[in-house]
T-cell receptor, first 113, second 111 residues
Framework: GAGVSQSPRYKVAKRGQDVALRCDPISGHVSLFWYQQALGQGPEFLTYFQNEAQLDKSGLPSDRFFAERPEGSVSTLKIQRTQQEDSAVYLC???????????FGPGTRLTVT | GENVEQHPSTLSVQEGDSAVIKCTYSDSASNYFPWYKQELGKGPQLIIDIRSNVGEKKDQRIAVTLNKTAKHFSLHITETQPEDSAVYFCAASRNNNDMRFGAGTRLTVKP
């Protein structure tokens, strides 16, 4: 079946612009995670959803970052007033249930100029 | 919180040789240790994992060992092939939640 998909795959934003990154998890997967991966580094946890509930947002680096999953399926990560340090690959992962294997999408590469 | 360190950052081996990547973790409560392979332009893909109640696990050419006392775990790839070339990440977590990743190892297998 289809895996996790993310769009857009690449996004270039001018500093100060707002961006929205979309994640389509595997159908039926309850848990959804967002990670930030800087160049040459491992993914870093941002936030976690169980269905539509955001249970953990301890990894969000600032209040410019906001994530939602209103119907418990598609999720959007929004970054307001982007800064250069926001440049990274943003990965989404989903799992059937909490504690199960996480399946990653291909990521969105965000470049802030 | 959990801190995961991974070594080496780059590893180059000849096709057919073995490759070993090592990780240490800090949180003694961590009980789930997956390894991911990430190819260029793709997301990480789980290749093998181990839970804290097991010391070793093997899947064909890939094996993982865990030493809970020393808080370190290792990935072993035998009979390496060019298609094994990728970046490998270790991770540690409690029950596959709140996962913390190492910085990655770029493995190059030379034909």
């Amino acid at each position: 079946g289809a895996g996790v998909s993310q769009s857009p795959r690449y996004k270039v934003a001018k500093r100060g612009q707002d961006v929205a990154l979309r994640c389509d998890p595997i159908s039926g997967h309850v848990s959804l995670f967002w990670y930030q991966q800087a160049l040459g580094q491992g993914p870093e946890f941002l936030t976690y959803f169980q269905n539509e509930a955001q249970l953990d947002k301890s990894g969000l680096p600032s209040d410019r970052f906001f994530a939602e999953r209103p119907e418990g399926s598609v999720s959007t990560l929004k970054i307001q007033r982007t800064q250069q340090e926001d440049s990274a690959v943003y990965l989404c992962a989903s799992s059937l249930a909490r504690g199960e294997e996480q399946y990653f999408g291909p990521g969105t590469r965000l470049t802030v100029t | 919180g959990e801190n995961v360190e991974q070594h080496p950052s780059t590893l180059s081996v000849q096709e057919g040789d073995s490759a070993v990547i090592k990780c240490t973790y800090s949180d003694s409560a961590s009980n789930y240790f997956p390894w991911y392979k990430q190819e260029l332009g793709k997301g990480p893909q789980l290749i093998i994992d181990i839970r804290s109640n097991v010391g070793e696990k093997k899947d064909q050419r890939i094996a993982v060992t865990l030493n809970k006392t020393a808080k370190h775990f290792s990935l072993h790839i035998t009979e390496t092939q060019p298609e094994d070339s990728a970046v490998y990440f270790c991770a540690a977590s409690r029950n596959n939640n709140d996962m913390r990743f190492g910085a990655g190892t770029r493995l190059t297998v030379k034909p």
